[in-house]
């Protein structure tokens, strides 16, 4: 029986990139940065700041991820892909049990407390000065965090399993849906979040990717 994720490298790259990316993000430090930002500011001022950043980051996370990929032999590819993705899968299911109820509050905190500190000698209420706040709060807190890391073993893997023009577009996606509904709807959300949940979501999807590069490294 053919491979699901590799039959289409660019439906499954797209399909995948899109699920993890949303479910990263949804409850994360950054979604929480841009919905109290939206609260101070306009919106929309802040959804082009918190986007180009997101963006930025992405491209950064892609480069490495293929950059990684192709310094490799090409034999070794599928096992790195499949052991990444299988680790940070156990990760994030062993951080989910390990994870306090509250911890969508605690990262709102967090949040807060960055935006605060940025805002200690004031910040302008022109358009660009907003979107440039967006932008460094949400560039700096997104680097390091596991939505990068999700994009980076995401281009580790194999051209057969997932195409370039699939994660960019399933990658982008997610982060416009996410950073939509944090500016649009985030208060409401952010009140309803489960972060176990999605941990233990994100996680299951991230051990199906990998049994299916090992399934592709055996093969």
């Known amino acids: 029986m053919a ?5 289409d490298p660019s439906l499954a790259a797209f399909g995948s990139s899109l699920a993890a990316i949303s479910l990263a993000e949804l409850g994360d430090k ?9 609260v101070r500011h306009r919106a929309r001022w802040v959804f ?12 950064i996370s892609l480069a490495l991820g293929y950059g990684l990929r192709e ?19 156990l990760k994030l299911l062993i951080d989910a049990q390990a994870m306090a109820a509250n911890a969508a ?22 358009a660009w000065a907003v979107i440039w706040e967006a932008f460094v709060l949400v560039f700096v ?38 950073t939509w509904l944090a500016v649009g709807a985030g208060k409401w959300i952010g009140q309803r979040v489960d972060e176990r949940l999605l941990y233990r979501l994100s996680g299951g999807l991230f051990l199906v990717v990998g049994l299916a590069s090992l399934k592709q490294a055996l093969g």
């Open 30 to 38: 950054t979604f929480f940065m841009a919905l109290i930002l939206a």
């Open 105 to 126: 509050s605690a990262e709102a905190e967090q949040a807060e407390e960055a935006i605060n500190a940025a805002q200690t000698g004031g910040v302008g209420v022109t």
């Open 71 to 89: 310094l490799l032999p090409q034999t070794v590819v599928p096992w790195l892909a499949a052991a990444l993705f299988l680790g940070f899968g």
């Open 141 to 178: 807190a997104e680097l390091g965090d596991r939505t990068q890391f999700t994009t980076i073993f995401m281009a580790t893997a194999p051209a057969q399993v997932f195409s370039f023009a699939g994660l960019l577009a399933g990658t982008l996606l997610g982060h416009a849906l996410v």
């Open 3 to 7: 491979n699901p994720l590799s039959a």
């Open 48 to 59: 082009v700041g918190a986007f180009a950043a997101l963006t930025a980051v992405t491209l």
